[in-house]
């Protein structure tokens, strides 16, 4: 490689990563109007499979957080065009495979059934992504997405995590045992 090459490049990725906060920040902010836009069936299916990644347990859940919303907004404003319409179809996909294996929609089984949906998908994933190294399957996607937009919203941050508005001092030993929650500055 030529170095004017690597400097382009080089000079391409900085800048990429300098505005990919500010276009997540931007799309965020279109939220509502992309949200008003969305089918309602989609926004359910979205809520109920985010729920099922990250259910209500001492703390509020996924779909107590919005996490369907903050998805449906990252797919449709941040995803290049192509990726976006593969991540819509494949969602419908899951949804097609889910009435199949487990013998009716997402959102009319059982929770005992999304889990062992939610397995069989996981289990394909790996799979794939062992076959196809460097792809991103469906369900990795939507649990990344999940993951993501639920500690990035104020219940994850303030709730699943424990809240510090002014970071301390450092405290070189801490005790730490099972019940230590994870420290976010947001919010």
Same mark, same amino acid.
């Given at each position: 490689?030529?170095?004017?090459?690597?400097?382009?490049?080089?000079?391409?990725?900085?800048?990429?990563?300098?505005?990919?906060?500010?276009?997540?920040?931007?799309?965020?902010?279109?939220?509502?109007?992309?949200?008003?836009?969305?089918?309602?069936?989609?926004?359910?299916?979205?809520?109920?499979?985010?729920?099922?990644?990250?259910?209500?347990?001492?703390?509020?859940?996924?779909?107590?957080?919005?996490?369907?919303?903050?998805?449906?907004?990252?797919?449709?404003?941040?995803?290049?065009? =192509?990726?976006?319409?593969?991540?819509?179809?494949?969602?419908?996909?899951?949804?097609?495979?889910?009435?199949?294996?487990?013998?009716?929609?997402?959102?009319?089984?059982?929770?005992?059934?999304?889990?062992?949906?939610?397995?069989?998908?996981?289990?394909?994933?790996?799979? =794939?992504?062992?076959?196809?190294?460097?792809?991103?399957?469906?369900?990795?996607?939507?649990?990344?997405?999940?993951?993501?937009?639920?500690?990035?919203?104020?219940?994850?941050?303030?709730?699943?995590?424990?809240?510090?508005?002014?970071?301390?001092?450092?405290?070189?030993?801490?005790?730490?045992?099972?019940?230590?929650?994870?420290?976010?500055?947001?919010?």
């Amino acid at each position: 490689m030529l170095r004017r090459e690597a400097l382009k490049k080089v000079a391409l990725l900085l800048g990429g990563i300098s505005l990919a906060p500010e276009l997540l920040a931007k799309a965020l902010a279109n939220g509502p109007a992309t949200l008003a836009k969305f089918p309602a069936d989609r926004l359910a299916l979205l809520a109920e499979m985010a729920d099922t990644i990250l259910p209500d347990t001492d703390t509020p859940g996924a779909k107590a957080a919005k996490v369907h919303e903050f998805i449906a907004v990252v797919v449709q404003d941040c995803f290049p065009a =192509e990726a976006r319409e593969d991540f819509w179809k494949q969602l419908e996909a899951a949804e097609e495979q889910c009435k199949t294996s487990q013998g009716a929609g997402f959102l009319q089984c059982t929770p005992a059934q999304r889990i062992a949906f939610f397995t069989e998908l996981q289990t394909a994933a790996k799979k =794939e992504s062992d076959s196809r190294p460097g792809s991103s399957p469906f369900f990795y996607t939507l649990k990344n997405l999940t993951l993501g937009g639920y500690f990035s919203s104020e219940i994850g941050a303030t709730q699943a995590l424990a809240f510090d508005p002014i970071p301390g001092g450092w405290i070189p030993d801490m005790i730490i045992d099972s019940n230590t929650k994870a420290w976010t500055p947001m919010f």
